[in-house]
């Protein structure tokens, strides 16, 4: 494998679909000196607060800052959130036209308390999520197949970003069989449903995950990639990337013995908050570029240890992760 920065260029441009579950995250920043009387718990004094795109809306996001041009598939509800939402995702050209509205649902958020002492770093106290329960309307549910469908017939890759935040995995598993049809790229992150993907183009799950599909524990990287090769087999998938945190990548590609990789850099993590949705958005860039396999995941490697030295939901742009891959 060559360098990898030339490589970097060659993700703007690729027309990218994120279907799943858009979150919208709140960032809520304070100070704290005082106890309250009415319970023993810090009072938190309000001085600021963030919107920022959450779930398969943080994936659009990296698309977006790698130069892809990303469009967004998902359900918001009628409220304040999702208009939020929806502005987050045009101020960062993220085509929102697929963003529906869905009947009786609200617009799953999770908001995050920082706080601190006066001249420290903010540390996050309490995590509130408002999530969406409510089954979605057999009409919500065509609408929205019949809205992805055409999506998809226009783009180069899709990737479904299956949060398991609504119920709707028994459509995102329809679209990646019609995206497939068509001989589109469809790459998976599923939390609870993965072993439902069968036959897309790639799944790229962290361990936790694989370990839920497949019921066992992996306490090893030979373990990982034996589970990375299982899920290619078992699948028929054409690759199966397993992040593992600071241990990096277990790669399972049709075709080629499995490898591992090593986490990029020797920085602890600052924050691993949607690492998960950089490496996916990367990785799918560079296979939608025709990129090998091994050099996507390697790039989409660098890119994760770059947001991870962000705080809260962060992307990666092209300038950091060229910056990156020179000074290594």
């Given at each position: ?39 023993p718990v810090l009072i938190v004094k309000e001085e600021a607060r ?83 329960e409510r089954p979605v309307s057999a009409k919500d549910r065509a ?186």
């Open positions: 494998m060559g360098p990898l920065s030339p490589l970097v260029s060659q993700l703007s441009g690729r027309r990218i679909t994120v279907v799943g579950d858009p979150v919208l995250d709140v960032y809520l920043y304070g100070s704290t000196d005082r106890i309250s009387r009415e319970a963030e919107h920022r795109l959450g779930g398969a809306a943080n994936t659009a996001a990296n698309v977006a800052a790698l130069g892809g041009q990303a469009s967004l598939l998902g359900f918001v509800g009628d409220d304040r959130d999702g208009d939020a939402l929806r502005k987050e995702a045009e101020a960062l050209s993220i085509d929102p036209r697929g963003l529906l509205l869905r009947e009786g649902g609200a617009t799953v958020t999770k908001t995050r308390i920082l706080a601190g002492a006066l001249h420290t770093r903010r540390q996050q106290m309490l995590r509130i999520d408002r999530e969406n609408h929205f197949l019949e809205v992805a469908s055409q999506a998809v017939a226009a783009t180069e890759a899709v990737i479904i970003s299956d949060y398991g935040e609504v119920s709707l995995t028994d459509c995102y598993v329809e679209l990646a069989h019609r995206a497939r049809a068509l001989g589109k790229i469809v790459v998976v992150d599923s939390r609870h449903a993965l072993t439902a993907f069968r036959g897309v183009s790639a799944v790229t799950p962290n361990e936790p995950e694989v370990e839920e599909a497949l019921g066992r524990r992996l306490h090893s990287p030979e373990a990982s990639l034996a589970a990375a090769q299982e899920l290619l087999e078992t699948l028929q998938l054409e690759v199966a990337l397993v992040t593992r945190g600071r241990e990096g990548m277990a790669l399972a590609q049709k075709g080629a013995p499995p490898m591992l990789l090593p986490a990029h850099g020797k920085k602890d993590a600052l924050d691993v908050t949607g690492a998960g949705d950089t490496v996916t958005a990367t990785f799918t860039l560079a296979l939608a570029a025709g990129l090998p396999v091994e050099s996507a995941a390697r790039l989409a490697n660098v890119a994760a240890s770059i947001v991870v030295q962000k705080p809260g939901t962060a992307t990666c742009g092209p300038k950091e992760l060229l910056a990156e891959l020179e000074a290594s």
